[in-house]
């Protein structure tokens, strides 16, 4: 079990488990605009919906899991939270979600599979949770236009070296940046992951910063103390 301050995470039944990048995203994303309604697309734990139940008022939060061992532990992590009330997740694919679409979201997440062009390990459950045929970022950009509410914010993690391809699928369905935080693991090693956030509303101007985690092992900087001290317990 994975204890936060507020909630706690059992994962032994996730081929994904508990990492730096959904934290990230839970707690990176912006909240701005209130979201009333929040999608958290291939939720694996629920770490983020989480994440987003403690810091957001929001009152309807789902999230979308494929497969049924996580989809059954993210019930059970939200059940055992402390608002299960706002908290559902549905089994089932982003196709069949989206092929007949009920609500708008005002914050869809998703911190989505992928993995290295050479990556492959023994384990069959985790490579498909990594691997991006489970999840194309066409289709994840399709349904974030498809289900965003007019005013509303898609914010993804996805590798720095595919933040090129993201931006211009993003303008092809006429999504804009507004804010994009890039993310290294310590001072001296290269970018590794970008935080991006996107709305249909196009801004000449938005924020472009660069976080880095730690300047050595288990020295975490202030900026990123700052970001997961409301969810982790040693922050």
């Known amino acids: 079990m994975f204890q936060f301050k507020q909630f706690s995470i059992e994962q032994d039944r996730c081929a994904m488990k508990i990492g730096t990048d959904g934290v990230l995203l ?25 994440m987003l139940a403690q810091r ?27 608002w299960n009330d706002r908290l559902f997740c ?4 982003l196709d069949e979600f989206i092929e007949e679409p009920e609500d708008e979201y005002d914050l869809i997440v998703s911190n989505p599979p992928f993995h290295p062009e050479d990556y ?38 996805i590798p720095f070296k595919e933040e090129e391809k993201f931006m211009a699928l993003a303008y092809e369905y006429e999504l804009y940046p507004v ?15 970008s935080l991006l956030a996107f709305s249909r509303n196009q801004k000449t101007e938005f924020p472009v910063d660069e976080l880095i985690i730690e300047t ?3 020295q ?9 001290k409301a969810f982790y317990l040693k922050m």
Do not use: C
Not at 61 to 82: G, H, K, W
Not at 220 to 228: D, F, Q, R, V
């Open 216 to 218: 050595a092992r288990h």
């Open 26 to 50: 839970g707690a990176w994303a912006p909240i701005a605009n209130n979201p009333y309604s929040i999608l958290d697309i291939g939720t694996g734990t629920g770490i983020i919906a989480l």
């Open 179 to 193: 804010k994009i935080t890039r993310v290294k693991g310590t001072p001296t090693t290269e970018i590794k992951r």
């Open 90 to 93: 549905f089994h089932a694919g």
């Open 220 to 228: 975490y900087t202030p900026e990123y103390i700052e970001l997961t």
């Open 120 to 157: 492959k390990s023994n384990d069959e459950q985790r490579d498909l949770a990594r691997f991006q045929d489970a999840m194309p970022f066409d289709d994840l950009m399709e349904a974030a236009d498809l289900l965003l509410s007019e005013n509303g914010i898609f914010a993804a993690i």
């Open 56 to 82: 957001s008022q929001a009152q309807q939060i789902d999230a979308l899991e494929i497969d049924e061992e996580a989809y059954e532990q993210a019930t059970d992590n939200f059940e055992n939270s402390p």
